[in-house]
């Protein structure tokens, strides 16, 4: 059994919480420089194409040096991304339950994003909801579970569902919906507050789902 958590800043889970709707953003604004400490950004997001080189030649006029001879270690990799996108995404943690009702793998790092949680306790009515809603609002999407790879390693060709394994503590269930304005939305989801509740995200890592007696 697993449950799905939005994590963000208080006034923007209380506004989609309140309101009843999901909040996308274009998928551009998640790639970023290595410089981001807030943990959300990528600089690899966007890739299509991961290869690893087994050699680079370096040359200037006559001179030549292969790298893989150069450099005992050598390693290296080609990635490809698109200049344009008009992807938006919308993230959510994913949570699994043990048999003990014990939410299993909530890392302090992903709970860091953010000082509440929107977590979603019926997924199935949640999917109903979000599915019947974006086909309404004239959107084509896609979601699935974030798969992760290692860069140093893979080779071949990236979804826009495949991210870096260093983000692995995300734990992320990814919703991409094409959206040609290229600006933030908001898709209704009605029925949200009967589906989910507002916590603290550091109240995550104690909460124990018990069988109502």
Do not use: W
Not at 142 to 147: F, G, H, N
Not at 197 to 202: E, F, L, N, Q
């Amino acid at each position: 059994m697993m449950l799905l958590g939005k994590i963000q800043d208080e006034k923007y889970i209380n506004d989609m919480y309140e309101n009843e709707y999901l909040y996308f953003n274009s998928l551009k604004y998640f790639r970023s420089d290595s410089k981001d400490i807030t943990g959300r950004l990528d600089p690899r997001e966007l890739n299509t194409k991961n290869l690893q080189l087994k050699n680079l030649l370096i040359k200037k006029g006559d001179v030549a040096i292969e790298l893989s001879e150069a450099l005992s270690n050598f390693s290296g990799q080609y990635m490809e991304h698109p200049d344009d996108s008009t992807v938006s995404c919308c993230s959510l943690f994913t949570i699994d339950i043990d048999l003990n009702g014990v939410l299993s793998n909530v890392s302090d790092k992903a709970l860091e994003m953010g000082n509440k949680m929107l977590l979603i306790v019926d997924c199935l009515a949640f999917f109903k909801i979000l599915d019947e809603s974006i086909v309404k609002c004239g959107y084509e999407y896609k979601r699935r579970p974030v798969i992760y790879y290692d860069p140093k390693t893979y080779n071949g060709d990236l979804t826009l569902h495949h991210k870096d394994l260093a983000f692995k503590f995300q734990e992320e269930y990814r919703i991409l919906i094409e959206s040609k304005e290229n600006q933030p939305i908001k898709i209704p989801l009605p029925g949200l507050r009967n589906i989910s509740v507002v916590i603290d995200s550091m109240a995550a890592k104690t909460l124990e789902l018990k069988q109502k007696q």
